[in-house]
């Protein structure tokens, strides 16, 4: 059996891990085109081709558990011992709660018990958003929503626009904080929140060892709010920064087959597999742009403290600035934010502002040359240096969803993502902002993650936009995930 070695030595006591379980967890419940993919019909479960692929790396000499929930179908446990094809087990649990942390930390768990003496790959499959709230829906209840009465919620044009008395829809610091959350939510395949993801992985993790890599196997979750949370439980992360096209494990087989020609590998030399299969599988049909990376997680508390460096800078220089000075100070982090490469989160799916998931990399590497601070612009240069090589590959072309653009991940500078909510300073925020801006917990977010609460990113944003008029939230929704096209070929 292939063997995978940790970055960092097992605790004494601890056995270094033999051989490899790969775990998989699909919540394609809420979503039927993932769930019939590529077919578009209904099939059983042992014809799905997630499963399929899953067979194939069974027989590279590792075992498999996965939980698959289907839409209008039941959630499946699927047990494929190593080199046993023809073992597979396939068992409906009925219906499980997908978004629960507790679904997750369960199946770890279990797929754990089953191999204690392997090394655990595990892949999240279905949606992804960057950083996702963790939400108790039963307190966005009307009295908290309005505040008992003293607040209005108008809908208008596809926009939340909040009235408060007085004609304010400001609270302190020009920042859309509404104390008890805003009646906007998704109601299309909302995944699970990113708090939610952290706990879970730290609940599974009890006294065995971290997770050898976890591969976000979805759009947007190579985000620096979402790797920071699980940093703790897992050695390395692949993921990719803009979207990534469904592809429903065509890609594991691959990264797999090369873990078992080769024999053992490091954790990050199959992370960077991972990665590289999806660009490769991607690749050979065009038109399927992605861009990933592969990052130690041990290197996230660095990263974080280098973005708190940066925006305590920022903040300084902003505050700093006499009313004269501000709008010029303003000007130069609003060019660097529309200079840095943004990725798609905002209407059309062109890259730009106002997207509102901006790559640290790049961002950083504008503000190297901020004017009228060194300490702006020594921060940007020592986070940029802390985020060097992360990024696997970039592609550019023309993607077949949106023939009418391109998508360019060509730059060197790329990284990780972060929300910066209304770059452009138009006053539409995203659904997720008054959640993002809460450093405190509220009863209807009663759990913050420690990056938020760590860092003065936060800070940043309120201030950046402290004299910017607040209009409305853009409407809640996770973005689709882009199917990987087997038909379609632009010229």
């Not at 768990?109 to 939400?135: D, K, N, S, Y």
């Not at 592809?247 to 020609?261: I, M, Q, V």
């Not at 409305?472 to 882009?482: K, S, T, V």
Request: some cysteine; aromatic content about 8%.
């Amino acid at each position: 059996m292939p063997n995978l070695t940790f970055s960092s030595p097992a605790l004494p006591g601890t056995p270094a891990p033999v051989g490899v379980t790969f775990a998989v967890y699909a919540p394609f419940g809420t979503d039927e085109v993932l769930s019939e993919y590529p077919s578009g019909t209904a099939q059983p479960i042992q014809q799905h081709p997630l499963v399929q692929h899953l067979v194939q790396v069974s027989q590279c000499g590792v075992h498999v558990s996965a939980l698959i929930d289907l839409h209008g179908d039941d959630s499946y446990l699927v047990d494929i011992p190593a080199n046993k094809p023809l073992s597979m087990q396939i068992a409906s649990r009925w219906k499980q709660d997908m978004h629960s942390p507790r679904t997750l930390a369960g199946f770890l768990r279990r797929a754990r018990q089953l191999h204690p003496e392997t090394a655990m790959v595990f892949a999240l499959e279905g949606h992804g958003a960057g950083f996702l709230p963790e939400l108790d829906i039963s307190q966005l209840t009307t009295a908290n929503l309005t505040q008992n009465g003293s607040l209005q919620w108008k809908i208008t044009e596809g926009q939340g626009e909040p009235l408060l008395p007085m004609g304010s829809p400001l609270l302190p610091m020009g920042s859309p904080l509404l104390p008890m959350g805003s009646p906007l939510l998704p109601v299309n395949h909302l995944p699970l929140s990113t708090w939610g993801l952290g706990h879970a992985l730290k609940d599974a993790q009890g006294a065995g060892r971290k997770l050898a890599v976890i591969h976000f196997n979805n759009c947007f979750n190579m985000a620096v709010e979402v790797l920071h949370t699980v940093a703790p439980f897992a050695d390395v992360a692949t993921g990719y920064m803009n979207y990534n096209f469904f592809t429903s494990g065509e890609t594991y087989p691959n990264a797999f087959n090369k873990l078992k020609t080769a024999g053992s590998a490091t954790t990050q030399q199959f992370a960077q597999w991972l990665a590289e299969a999806n660009r490769d599988l991607l690749a050979s049909k065009t038109h399927h742009p992605t861009t990933g990376g592969v990052v130690p997680l041990s290197r996230l508390p660095q990263i974080a403290g280098r973005i708190d460096v940066l925006a305590q800078a920022l903040v300084g220089v902003l505050s700093s600035a006499t009313p004269e000075q501000r709008p010029a100070v303003v000007s130069r982090v609003r060019t660097a934010l529309v200079k840095a490469q943004q990725y798609d989160t905002v209407g059309a799916p062109k890259l730009d502002a106002p997207d509102e998931l901006t790559d640290l990399c790049s961002l950083a590497e504008q503000l190297r040359s901020f004017l009228g601070s060194a300490a702006v612009a020594d921060a940007a240069a020592q986070l940029q240096a802390a985020l060097g090589g992360i990024k696997v590959y970039g592609a550019k072309t023309t993607p077949w969803i949106a023939p009418e653009t391109i998508w360019d991940f060509s730059r060197p500078t790329l990284a990780m993502n972060i929300l910066c909510p209304d770059p452009l300073l138009g006053g539409l925020w995203d659904w997720r902002s008054p959640y993002y801006l809460q450093k405190v917990a509220t009863p209807v977010q009663p759990q913050v993650i420690d990056f938020l609460k760590s860092t003065a990113w936060v800070d940043f944003i309120i201030e950046y936009h402290r004299q910017a008029p607040f209009v409305g939230l853009r409407p809640a929704a996770i973005p689709a995930y882009p199917i990987f096209n087997r038909k379609h070929t632009l010229p």
